[in-house]
């Protein structure tokens, strides 16, 4: 007895503070997480978002597919790129116009992190490979210009299964090289987004974030001139189907009018699947693949 009383303890403060015992999906949709991905993990995404606007005449919907790339380098350093694919207008539409968007890359480095509290900082640069001759496309999605973002990464862990997590960011953008015409100094910003997630079970996260962003200047594109306050409320539901794959899907609603005159809603679908490098991505097994057990040989004893 006084043997096991002290192993028991043990284990449960090890299970209590390892990160790996935080239970997946831990992530929001877009507010940064403290946690990254395991190092020597890797993690593939791909998301899809729409924008709409159902009664606005000015405004103009879109959509953009990105595929995403996050690589564990070390504990608590992680990598990421991002590549996007972004449409204006619906498919379809005499007037859809199809282009291959910007690249982001960034870089996270979790600093600090206890039991209760993380702290982490995330850089992060885009190079521009979209266009940036489209005066309707926000600043926030590809536009073809240089920009770079610093963002500090502030996490409670209230408890197992609920976090709140603050990210403070200051966005410099980039000029776009409008062709024929007079080029467009994109203003700064700077963006708060305050995030609060619970994890239902080992599977299953539900939240919602609040993302606030200001831009220096009221005129924030050619086209889009008094947008420069924008607030967006996201709930957030995430699902791990199967160990390593999260399925999400939520739609985020503009609240001030500077961004519901560009968009009213936008809807995030999409998944990530983390695994190993040196094991490889594992699939879900199929019961039809698995052997039949064998039938036992009736007994030949005499009762």
Same mark, same amino acid.
């Given at each position: 007895?006084?043997?096991?009383?002290?192993?028991?303890? &043990?284990?449960?403060?090890?299970?209590?503070?390892?990160?790996? %015992?935080?239970?997946?999906? +831990?992530?929001?949709?877009?507010?940064?997480?403290?946690?990254?991905?395991?190092?020597?993990?890797?993690?593939?995404?791909?998301?899809?978002?729409?924008?709409?606007?159902?009664?606005?005449?000015?405004?103009?919907? @879109?959509?953009? &597919?990105?595929?995403?790339?996050?690589?564990?380098?070390?504990?608590?350093?992680?990598?990421?790129?991002?590549?996007?694919?972004?449409?204006?207008? &619906?498919?379809? =539409?005499?007037?859809?116009?199809? %282009?291959?968007?910007?690249?982001?890359?960034?870089?996270?480095?979790?600093?600090?992190?206890?039991?209760?509290?993380?702290?982490?900082? +995330?850089?992060?640069?885009?190079?521009?490979?979209?266009?940036?001759?489209?005066?309707?496309?926000?600043?926030? !999605?590809? =536009?073809?210009?240089?920009?770079?973002?610093?963002?500090?990464?502030?996490?409670?862990?209230?408890?197992?299964?609920?976090?709140?997590?603050?990210?403070?960011? @200051?966005?410099?953008?980039?000029?776009?090289?409008?062709?024929?015409? %007079?080029?467009?100094?994109?203003?700064?910003?700077?963006?708060?987004?305050?995030?609060?997630?619970?994890?239902?079970?080992?599977?299953?996260?539900?939240?919602?974030?609040?993302?606030?962003?200001?831009?220096?200047?009221?005129?924030?594109?050619?086209?889009?001139? =008094?947008?420069?306050?924008?607030?967006?409320?996201?709930?957030?539901?995430?699902?791990?189907?199967?160990?390593?794959?999260?399925?999400? %899907?939520?739609?985020?609603?503009?609240?001030?009018?500077?961004?519901?005159?560009?968009?009213?809603?936008?809807? !995030? !679908?999409?998944?990530?699947?983390?695994?190993?490098?040196?094991?490889?991505?594992?699939?879900?097994? =199929?019961?039809?693949?698995?052997?039949?057990?064998?039938?036992?040989?009736?007994?030949?004893?005499?009762?």
């Amino acid at each position: 007895m006084t043997t096991r009383l002290p192993t028991f303890v &043990l284990a449960a403060a090890v299970s209590l503070l390892a990160p790996s %015992a935080w239970a997946k999906p +831990y992530r929001a949709m877009v507010t940064r997480t403290a946690e990254t991905t395991r190092s020597g993990n890797l993690e593939l995404g791909l998301r899809y978002q729409g924008f709409f606007a159902l009664d606005s005449e000015r405004s103009l919907p @879109y959509q953009q &597919l990105s595929p995403s790339i996050r690589w564990g380098i070390l504990d608590n350093l992680e990598a990421n790129v991002y590549f996007e694919l972004l449409g204006l207008g &619906l498919p379809g =539409d005499n007037d859809f116009q199809l %282009a291959f968007g910007d690249i982001p890359l960034g870089l996270q480095w979790t600093f600090l992190e206890t039991r209760p509290f993380a702290l982490a900082a +995330y850089a992060r640069v885009t190079f521009p490979t979209g266009p940036s001759n489209q005066d309707a496309i926000p600043p926030n !999605l590809s =536009d073809g210009t240089w920009d770079y973002e610093g963002t500090l990464v502030g996490e409670l862990r209230v408890s197992k299964d609920l976090r709140f997590m603050l990210n403070a960011s @200051y966005l410099h953008q980039g000029t776009r090289d409008r062709g024929a015409l %007079a080029d467009f100094d994109v203003p700064d910003a700077v963006q708060l987004g305050l995030a609060g997630t619970y994890n239902l079970d080992n599977f299953t996260l539900v939240g919602l974030e609040v993302i606030g962003r200001v831009y220096f200047e009221r005129a924030i594109t050619p086209v889009w001139t =008094d947008n420069a306050n924008q607030v967006e409320i996201i709930p957030v539901v995430r699902r791990e189907v199967f160990p390593g794959l999260v399925l999400e %899907a939520v739609a985020g609603i503009a609240v001030t009018p500077d961004l519901s005159n560009i968009y009213r809603f936008r809807a !995030l !679908l999409g998944g990530t699947y983390e695994f190993d490098l040196a094991s490889g991505p594992r699939l879900p097994e =199929d019961d039809d693949d698995k052997p039949a057990p064998k039938k036992k040989k009736p007994s030949t004893r005499k009762r």
